[in-house]
């Protein structure tokens, strides 16, 4: 079936730095989202992207949807230790709307 | 306050005593689904439904069950659990197809022995 592949799996990073993860996919998909899920809770939903390029901002957070639609990016900008959780891309498949996630990457910032 | 519940939040039990994991959402949403979450494996999709009486099979669906008799609610049900569905679990709903952005459960962390 379809796979995301999300990098990297773990991140630990200085408070103020910036930082940067991907999604690609084999497949095309039409929809991506960023989600955020601190821990113990649920994943919040970040950003949606809903075209090819698109490129939106929530906060410190900006995320663009990847020209072949195979890929997508999260950045964080001035990091700060409230950012610490998993961050988890999705995308949408198929023709029922189901949405199939990547694994995550974990992020911790050190104060 | 729009929001999705999951009960219970915690809950231990033993192989093959039967259990249900409730879900409910109060924003009229037409999709919902279970999820469950383990290390290394991310969040995989274990039953969806598009809407009342209408469900379907997701990646992981083996061992559970689920229906959908009222809009807002969209039971998880372990007939008779086993070790192996030790995990974090997530309900989730969204307004419809079409409407892609999708709200969780605080989760249900389930261990059984």
């Known amino acids: 079936g379809q796979q995301l592949n999300q990098s990297p799996q773990s991140m630990f990073i200085q408070e103020g730095e910036d930082v940067s993860m991907n999604c690609t996919s084999s497949?095309?998909?039409?929809?991506w989202l960023w989600y955020k899920q601190d821990p113990g809770e649920g994943p919040v939903l970040l950003i949606a992207?809903?075209?090819?390029?698109e490129l939106t901002s929530n906060g410190r957070l900006t995320a663009q949807f990847g020209i072949t639609r195979k890929d997508s990016f999260l950045n964080i900008s001035a990091s700060i230790p409230s950012d610490v959780g998993i961050y988890f891309c999705?995308?949408?498949?198929?023709?029922?709307?189901?949405?199939?996630f990547g694994k995550g990457t974990k992020l911790s910032v050190k104060p | 306050e729009a929001q999705v519940t999951q009960n219970p939040r915690y809950l231990i039990t033993v192989t093959g005593k039967k259990l249900t994991v409730t879900c409910s959402q109060n924003?009229?949403?037409?999709?919902m689904s279970w999820y469950r979450q383990d290390p290394g494996l991310g969040l995989r999709q274990i039953y969806y439904?598009?809407?009342?009486?209408?469900?379907d099979k997701g990646d992981v669906p083996e061992g559970y069950k689920v229906s959908r008799k009222e809009k807002r609610n969209f039971p998880l049900i372990l007939e008779s659990p086993s070790p192996n569905q030790t995990s974090l679990y997530f309900c989730?709903?969204?307004?419809?197809?079409?409407?892609?952005?999708?709200?969780f459960g605080p989760g249900t962390r389930l261990t059984v022995t």
């Open positions: 989730a709903s969204r307004l419809r197809q079409g409407y892609y952005e999708q709200y």
């Open positions: 497949s095309i998909f039409n929809t």
């Open positions: 992207l809903y075209k090819a390029g």
């Open positions: 999705a995308g949408l498949r198929g023709s029922q709307g189901n949405l199939i």
């Open positions: 924003m009229n949403h037409e999709y």
């Open positions: 439904s598009m809407n009342v009486e209408v469900t």
